[in-house]
Nanobody
Framework: EVQLVESGGGLVQPGGSLRLSCAAS????????MSWCRQAPGKDFEWVSG???????YYADPVKGRFTISRDNAKNTVYLQMNSLKPEDTAVYHC??????????????WGQGTQVTVSS
């Protein structure tokens, strides 16, 4: 069974930073593309970033230059370093397995998410 457990969310002021982690199990992590998506209340999900098995990274335009995705295959963990956070980054952030770029909500497996709130 696939298990994805996100952590690292919290309340931060605009301009601050957070690092999210996603601990994965139940599949061959090193051969699986991973991504992060986010969803704010009342809004559709938004793909944020992804990383392919060879380490190639992808970013949605709103987070380019501010967020960095990485993976540690020895730890079966994918990370999202978020800098220069803005209020519009406020959302529940989900780890997704199976794709580096997510278009449909029914793609891959999703973790339960971790809340990120950016507010003064």
């Amino acid at each position: 069974e696939v298990q994805l457990v996100e952590s690292g969310g919290g309340l931060v002021q605009p301009g601050g930073s957070l690092r999210l982690s996603c601990a994965a199990s139940g599949f061959t992590f090193s051969r699986t593309a991973m991504s992060w998506c986010r969803q704010a209340p009342g809004k559709d999900f938004e793909w944020v970033s992804g990383i392919y098995t060879d380490g190639t990274t992808y970013y949605a335009d709103p987070v380019k230059g501010r967020f960095t995705i990485s993976r540690d295959n020895a730890k079966n963990t994918v990370y999202l370093q978020m800098n220069s956070l803005k209020p519009e980054d406020t959302a529940v952030y989900h780890c997704v397995s199976g794709r580096a770029i997510v278009i449909r909500r029914d793609t891959g497996s999703w973790g339960q998410g971790t809340q990120v709130t950016v507010s003064s």
